[in-house]
């Protein structure tokens, strides 16, 4: 199947501080990509939708200036989370789509001191 | 809106046992059904899917019916083994429908 990356894995940074996250498509093209957030024992939330050339759209209480999100080509969408806080540490989770599929990168772990 | 409902965990089962996690959903018109399996500390994986009414998506002894009438896609496998110790999801997708998941049931199984 299609193959989607997630670069960094891990991530620990300082309070304060900003994050990017990047999701790639390796092998395919997506107009569409999206982001999840996952807490410990929850399901995934679904922070946005990112298209490729147009604004990201925000599921409601998603804050569009903390979790900065960018699809400037159709293999690549980043996620940078601004003046991280520890509360924002997360797995966060993308997703690329081809058809009616759903293929995901495998996480980063963002843990903020 | 769509929503995905699933049976609430953790689900314990002793290895060799039959496994159902049940999942019903609420979509109008014809969306795409999927399982999702994510073992610790990793990503989501597909596992299965249907695209229509009474597919059934199989894998790794795992199998889901997409079941029209009932809204239903319930996950079964007749034996379960140590290393299908995951958190599984049960999800709609498709066409203009975003990506909506069920919050996932932990099954955990004993030697």
């Known amino acids: 199947g299609a193959v989607v990356s997630q670069h960094p894995s891990r991530v620990i940074c300082k309070s304060g501080t900003s994050v990017k996250i990047e999701c790639r498509s390796l092998d395919f093209q997506a107009t569409t990509m999206f982001w999840y957030r996952q807490f410990p024992k929850k399901s995934l939330m679904l922070m946005a939708t990112?298209?490729?050339?147009?604004?990201?759209?925000?599921e409601q209480g998603v804050e569009k200036d903390k979790f900065l999100i960018n699809h400037a080509s159709l293999t690549l969408s980043t996620l940078t989370v601004t003046s991280a806080h520890p509360e924002d540490s997360s797995f966060y989770i993308c997703?690329?789509?081809?058809?009616?599929?759903?293929?995901f990168g495998p996480g980063t772990r963002l843990t903020v001191l | 809106g769509n929503s995905v409902t699933q049976m609430e965990g953790p689900v314990t089962l002793s290895e060799e046992a039959f496994l159902t996690i049940n999942c019903t959903y609420t979509?109008?018109?014809?969306?795409?059904l999927f399982w999702y399996v994510q073992y610790p500390g990793e990503g989501l994986q597909l596992l299965l899917k249907?695209?229509?009414?009474?597919d059934k998506g199989s894998n790794k002894g795992f199998e889901a019916t997409y079941r029209k009438e009932t809204t239903s896609f319930h996950l079964e496998k007749g034996s379960v083994q140590v290393s299908d110790s995951a958190v599984y999801f049960c999800a709609l997708s498709g066409g203009s429908y975003i990506p909506t998941f069920g919050r996932g049931t932990s099954l955990i199984v004993h030697p």
């Open positions: 249907a695209t229509k009414a009474d």
């Open positions: 997703s690329a789509t081809q058809g009616a599929e759903q293929f």
């Open positions: 990112s298209n490729e050339g147009s604004k990201a759209t925000y």
């Open positions: 979509a109008t018109g014809y969306p795409s």
